[in-house]
Nanobody
Framework: QVQLAESGGGLVQSGGSLRLACAAS????????LGWFRQAPGKEREFVAA????????SLIDSVKGRFTISRDNVKSTMYLQMNSLKPEDSAVYYC?????????????????WGKGTLVTVSS
């Protein structure tokens, strides 16, 4: 059974940092592209960042470029999202996702597996 378990969310002041982790089990980790989506209350779910299968190239939405970094550790089967200079508008539930041989993870309909999410709250 595939499980994606997020951790690292919490309450932080504006300008602060958090590191989210996504521990995967039940799948062959290296065969998956990985990413993060987020959903704020009353808003649509949106793609945030991805690290692609094959070459570990990364993509991020413009609003987090220069502040967020996505990475993966294939030995630990874990993906990370380092979030710096956090803003109140980054507050949301962050979901870890995995797509088999995934190189484009922006379409939520194409995602194979989702985590349950971790809440990030940034106070002003």
């Amino acid at each position: 059974q595939v499980q994606l378990a997020e951790s690292g969310g919490g309450l932080v002041q504006s300008g602060g940092s958090l590191r989210l982790a996504c521990a995967a089990s039940g799948l062959t980790f290296v065969n998956y592209g990985l990413g993060w989506f987020r959903q704020a209350p009353g808003k649509e779910r949106e793609f945030v960042a991805a690290i692609n299968w094959g070459d570990d190239s990364t993509s991020l939405i413009d609003s987090v470029k220069g502040r967020f970094t996505i990475s993966r550790d294939n030995v630990k089967s874990t993906m990370y999202l380092q979030m710096n200079s956090l803003k109140p508008e980054d507050s949301a539930v962050y979901y870890c996702v995995a797509k088999f041989f995934g190189r484009v993870l922006t379409d939520p309909k194409a995602i194979n597996f989702w985590g349950k999410g971790t809440l990030v709250t940034v106070s002003s």
